[in-house]
């Protein structure tokens, strides 16, 4: 059958193409990702020596040394994992139903080899034939892109500053032999799943004049649709009361799990709908509008492949970039919620304020608190292991005079040599609450026990560890990298003037003095700014491939349509007639991927609002509008170039000899 195999890819090239196309662009994605992963891997995260250290044990009476100069990699390992996500997401995706539609437009073709004695075993074995004979070049071809792409990508990826320290592209031997391998992996598994379909396919499928779909669900497809549909939403029923921490992942693959049913369960329920949105064509362009309704009611399949890609990035897409930014948004408006102080100072120079321009501060009549905390580093040993986490030396009644905060066990007091205040969050996640004992250290230090007198909740007000004044290692003491000021009531009300004075007195070349208001306006405007590029970092590259995709579905779907449109064009349907309607199946296909991708996003987005809390109100969603009309008007005009490009390609084909001609 391997011969076959080959003949049969060389004859209907044109449907080849696209499974190509996708897969080797997926490859190169997936390459990419991985090089880049590596690159950070490559990093040597190690301190040099002379760094400061500290050695703690852990439950188990394993000793562990920590040093300070360990560089914290984790946040761009994390964004690149959540891209290399994305990216096989989309690709198993898209290689799954491209392999399947490939099968579904070639039914006859299975019907003839059935007709002429070839058994289902050898149907199987001719598909997976011709799955390997596109699938080793198109691995090859990605690896090449990948090769050539990875330096710019790494490169590229230090521009955006999420690196801390500048990679360098590393070896890229195993990254590519990972890709290579996802790959086959993924062409193998598309056609296993078609294979079978393309075995039990009947003689009598030879003798068919028209191209309509038959028994379009499947068993497997069903239930594998409604599998994906009820742990979607499992998961976005649970999402609400998990917190934060577990809400963001239930509620991303909550969305994708629905994202994935809604494309199993499309032959079902997409027909019915898109005939329902071409009723306004029936009445604005009868000839076209109808045929358009007719044959995205009879050609399932082709209807579902078309709406796929399409529904996929957009959900995928509008999933990551709507969870960043509610997120962002909800602690930005916590943050606002439970300032209370009107000022917020920063110094002019360095990254640090002195001692003496915090007592400055302190010493103005105007003033009524300033909380500084200095925020610094540490080792925290737990039960099982040992750790780094933020802390800050900050007396908690000071911060809770600038800050809403609330106590939510023990007694905010003044801290003093071996007690500590944790934070919410800290006490959940570790079990840790008023009167437990904590074990961490200081670089260069040595290991400290301290009783847990106050479990706070208060933002970011509230890092995970507060500590008493006077706790440092070996380092000098931290100094704040801000202040937070309340004002007297007199004040509180031209805090701009008072801003300026502040300013003045201390010295403009010192500090920086502004409102709140201003403060957090800018510090939002910063922080939209790196979620943007992690958003970039993250959707960007896949939702390329899935416009491309988009293509090639098309391109596939036109290469057997040239008997149905010379049959219009010789029962009488002119050119511009048959143009527009092309165009109508298009644009319905595409819109009805566009409003069902909105529906799963905005589902898993109302369910990931209820897990964030918001100091005095509800969180609010955010969602980037610009960043998905893009994309959403990419999809449409590649969809509508596409169609009416490959649409005048079969016009410009002489009538009858596409009617008699071999397919």
């Keep these: ?307 796929g890609p399409v529904l996929a990035i957009l959900a995928i897409v509008g999933a990551f970039t709507t969870v960043l930014s509610t997120t962002g948004a909800a602690t930005e408006a916590d943050d606002r919620a439970r300032t209370v102080a009107q000022l917020v100072v920063e110094p002019a120079r360095g990254d640090e304020l002195s001692t003496d321009d915090v007592a400055a501060l302190r010493a103005d009549p105007r003033v009524t608190a300033v909380s500084a905390p200095a925020a610094l580093e540490v080792a925290v040993a737990g039960p099982d292991s040992v750790w780094k986490e933020q802390a800050a030396i900050a007396d908690p009644t000071t911060l809770a005079r600038t800050h809403r905060i609330t106590v939510v066990d023990g007694s905010p007091g003044p801290l003093r040599p071996g007690t500590i205040a944790v934070s919410r969050e800290f006490a959940d996640w570790y079990g840790y609450r008023a009167g437990s004992t904590v074990t961490y250290g200081l670089f260069g230090g040595r290991p400290v026990k301290a009783r847990v007198v106050a479990v706070l909740e208060g933002g970011s007000a509230v890092p995970p560890l507060l500590l008493p004044p006077g706790s440092r290692g070996a380092a000098p003491a931290p100094a704040p990298s801000r202040a937070a000021v309340l004002l007297d009531k007199e004040a509180a009300g031209s805090a701009r003037a008072v801003a300026a004075e502040l300013t003045a007195r201390v010295g403009a070349d010192r500090v920086r003095v502004v409102p709140s208001a201003q403060w957090f306006g800018e510090a939002a405007t910063d922080q939209d700014r790196l979620n943007r590029l992690v958003l970039a970092v993250l959707t960007v590259p896949a939702s390329l491939y899935a416009l491309i995709a988009v293509a090639g579905t098309l391109v596939m779907s036109y290469s057997r349509r040239g008997r149905e449109i010379a049959g219009m064009r010789m029962l009488g349907v002119s050119v511009g007639q048959v143009r527009r309607m092309a165009l109508w199946e298009t644009l319905s296909a595409s819109a009805l991927g566009v409003l069902i991708a909105a529906g799963v996003v905005a589902v898993g987005a109302r369910a990931y609002q209820g897990s964030l809390t918001v100091f005095g109100g509800e969180a609010p969603l955010s969602v980037e509008w610009g960043m998905l009309a893009a994309l959403t008007a990419a999809c449409v005009l590649v969809g509508v170039v596409v169609s009416l490009a490959a649409t005048g390609r079969l016009l410009r084909q002489a009538g009858v000899t596409m009617v008699t001609s071999r397919q």
């Excluded at 044109?14 to 997936?30: D, K, R």
């Excluded at 005939?275 to 050609?299: F, I, K």
């Design 1 to 307: 059958m391997w011969r076959i195999s080959l003949r049969s890819v060389r004859h209907s090239w044109a449907l080849f193409a696209g499974t190509f196309v996708a897969l080797a662009l997926g490859v190169a994605l997936i390459g990419v990702s991985a090089s880049a992963l590596a690159a950070t891997w490559a990093v040597p995260t190690s301190p040099g020596a002379g760094n400061p250290s500290v050695t703690l044990t852990d439950g188990t009476g394993t000793a562990h040394t920590l040093s300070s100069g360990d560089l914290d990699l984790g946040g761009v390992q994390s964004v690149l994992a959540l891209a290399g996500v994305v990216s096989a997401f989309v690709t198993v995706f898209v290689i799954v139903g491209t392999c399947a539609f490939g099968i579904a437009l070639r039914r006859r073709d299975m019907g003839l080899l059935r007709l002429v004695g070839a058994g289902g075993p050898q149907v199987r074995r001719m598909v997976l034939g011709e799955s390997l004979a596109v699938a080793v070049p198109a691995a090859l071809a990605g690896c090449a892109v990948a090769a050539g792409a990875a330096p710019v990508a790494v490169e590229a990826l230090n521009g955006t500053g999420l690196s801390p320290v500048d990679l360098r592209p590393g070896p890229l031997f195993w990254p590519l032999v990972f890709a290579a391998g996802s790959g086959l992996f993924m062409a193998v598994l598309g056609m296993l799943a078609a294979s079978g379909r393309a075995a039990r396919v009947r003689p009598t499928e030879a003798l068919r004049e028209a191209d309509l779909d038959a028994r379009t669900m499947t068993a497997g497809r069903g239930v594998m649709g409604v599998l994906m549909l009820v742990t979607g939403a499992v998961m976005l029923a649970l999402a609400p009361g998990a917190g934060a921490e577990a809400a963001t992942p239930l509620a991303l693959f909550g969305m994708m799990a629905l994202a994935v049913a809604a494309t199993l369960l499309g032959p079902v329920y997409l027909p019915p709908l898109l005939r329902l949105m071409a009723l306004p064509l029936r009445w604005a362009d009868p000839v076209a509008g109808r045929l358009a309704a007719e044959s995205v009611r009879t050609s399932r399949r082709r209807t579902a492949s078309l709406v």
